[in-house]
């Protein structure tokens, strides 16, 4: 395929993911200032882009950043799941992953790139790559950013899991080896979190504590 005749591709892509920019995150957990799934990858490519370079974290920062613009692509057919309600199992894991690999063969389908774009989702989704870790693990450090800057006065449920960014954190630091470790950036937020959470009467669960 030429390039000109690419060009009906590269904009009904562009048009589909437009809708991004209207789906709510946090529906369960905040009354209000939930952000959308655009702020959200937005904020995380920007995100691999600093903090892999400052940190001079072991990885493809290029790629990773296209992981993080695509890891969420699924929602605009799927809606936000909060994480909330997968935590206590009002959605079970599995019909959310299954859904979301759905509706990306649906949204790529008829896209002449749209191969492409499925395997980058995919090697999110697979966390196999050293980049798709550090993509998920900035990834729960961006919401637990997020709940930092706007949430802890307009949080719905009476208690805050604060383990939740834990295990992807601690998957990437693991197999990268580097330091210093991400850990160093989550656990700053946490401490600021909890006291803003107790602040406003919310208790903060946590395995490790």
Do not use: C
Request: net charge negative.
């Amino acid at each position: 395929m030429s390039a000109m005749s690419s060009i009906p591709n590269i904009l009904t892509f562009l048009h589909r993911a437009n809708q991004l920019k209207t789906i709510i995150r946090y529906k369960s957990s905040l009354s209000k200032n939930g952000d959308t799934v655009a702020d959200h990858s937005w904020r995380l490519a920007l995100m691999v882009f600093v903090i892999g370079g400052e940190l001079q974290i072991p990885v493809n920062i290029s790629h990773a950043m296209k992981l993080a613009l695509l890891h969420d692509l699924a929602e605009l057919e799927t809606d936000d799941v909060d994480a909330v309600d997968v935590i206590k199992k009002k959605v079970k894991l599995e019909d959310k992953q299954k859904n979301e690999a759905a509706a990306m063969k649906h949204i790529v389908k008829d896209i002449s790139f749209g191969g492409e774009i499925f395997a980058l989702w995919n090697e999110y989704e697979k966390q196999q790559t050293l980049e798709a870790k550090f993509v998920k693990a900035l990834d729960k450090i961006e919401a637990f950013l997020h709940l930092d800057e706007t949430g802890t006065s307009v949080y719905i449920p009476k208690e805050f899991y604060a383990d939740y960014a834990d295990a992807a954190v601690n998957s990437f630091d693991i197999a990268s080896k580097h330091f210093p470790p991400l850990k160093g950036i989550l656990d700053p937020i946490k401490t600021e979190l909890k006291r803003k959470f107790e602040e406003n009467g919310v208790m903060w669960v946590e395995k490790t504590a």
